[in-house]
């Protein structure tokens, strides 16, 4: 009933920190071949040897058309298109009064960065195949501190996007996973310890699942959207419940 992944080929758009391994690996222990992503070949070198050596990997900038056009030109037919590039770490923040237009658009760059791979994915994707891209709790969570305005404008309109697409592109399964807290992600490397345990103590204290997000968990949540063949049109929060709060 459940698709099988098992030597399907799966190919994963932006890959070298905690979420985006945690996918390839789950990957690649159901049985997928799977191809990494990143616009750093040292980057992808780094993830083949954290993940697997029979990995195919190739270098894409996604804010860049071309290089996204040139990177599913390379890599012929495929079952299934994760895009996980460009977080949140990498969009700048700003309260409203003081946000530039620069800052503004560069925001957005999220959003064209799935633009571009979707489309270009196209041409290549199998009829019975999914693509699940990725968004975040800010597009149903503010924040009290601000600044995010941008960031969750980006999100929102890859949800969106999504969820329109689950229609047009039918039978091509569309969905949109929309993560929390997730712990070990490039994100929390640029926090202090201090912070992270107070962050951790926050989790344990507010949120109805008492931890926060493990990269696996978000992986398993990944899996169940590509496979289960019910699934279309689903933005799926996967945030131990801080949206309740
Ligand atoms: N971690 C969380 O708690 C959390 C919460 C909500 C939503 N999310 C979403 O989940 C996704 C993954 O999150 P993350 O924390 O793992 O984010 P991330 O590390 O900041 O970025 C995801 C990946 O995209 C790559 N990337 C960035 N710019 C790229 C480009 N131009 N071309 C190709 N690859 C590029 C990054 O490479 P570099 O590392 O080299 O920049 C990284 O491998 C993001 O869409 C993020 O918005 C995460």
Redesign the pocket.
């Known amino acids: 009933m459940f698709q099988s992944l098992s030597g399907k080929k799966v190919v994963i758009i932006?890959?070298?920190?905690?979420?985006?391994l945690a996918i390839a690996k789950k990957m690649v222990e159901v049985g997928a071949k799977v191809v990494l992503?990143?616009?750093?070949q040292e980057?992808l070198n780094q993830a083949i040897e954290l993940i697997s050596l029979e990995i195919e990997a190739k270098t894409?900038?996604?804010?860049k058309e071309d290089s996204v056009n040139a990177f599913f030109e390379q890599i012929g037919n495929f079952d299934h298109l994760v895009v996980?590039?460009?977080?949140?770490?990498?969009m700048p923040r700003s309260l409203l009064a003081e946000m530039t237009t620069e800052t503004a658009q560069a925001g957005m760059e999220?959003f064209w960065?799935t633009f571009f791979a979707v489309r270009a994915s196209l041409k290549n994707i199998a009829t019975d195949g999914s693509i699940t891209l990725?968004s975040?709790?800010t597009i149903f969570k503010s924040s009290k501190m601000g600044g995010i305005s941008a960031i969750a404008a980006a999100?929102g309109a890859v949800a969106v996007f999504g969820r329109s697409l689950a229609l047009e592109l039918a039978p091509i399964r569309v969905n949109v996973i929309a993560?929390?807290?997730?712990e070990d992600?490039?994100?929390w490397s640029h926090q202090s310890e201090s912070e992270r345990s107070d962050l951790t103590k926050w989790a344990m204290a507010a949120l109805p699942v008492e931890h926060l997000g493990q990269p696996e968990e978000l992986a398993q949540a990944v899996l169940s959207l590509i496979t289960n063949p019910y699934l279309t049109g689903v933005i799926l929060p996967v945030d131990g419940g801080v949206t309740l709060l």
Do not use: E, F, Q, Y
């Not at 992503?37 to 750093?40: G, N, R």
């Not at 996980?84 to 990498?90: E, F, S």
């Open positions: 932006g890959t070298s920190s905690g979420l985006d992503s990143h616009s750093s980057k894409v900038d996604v804010s996980t590039a460009m977080g949140d770490r990498n999220k960065g990725t975040s709790v999100n993560p929390g807290l997730i992600t490039s994100i």
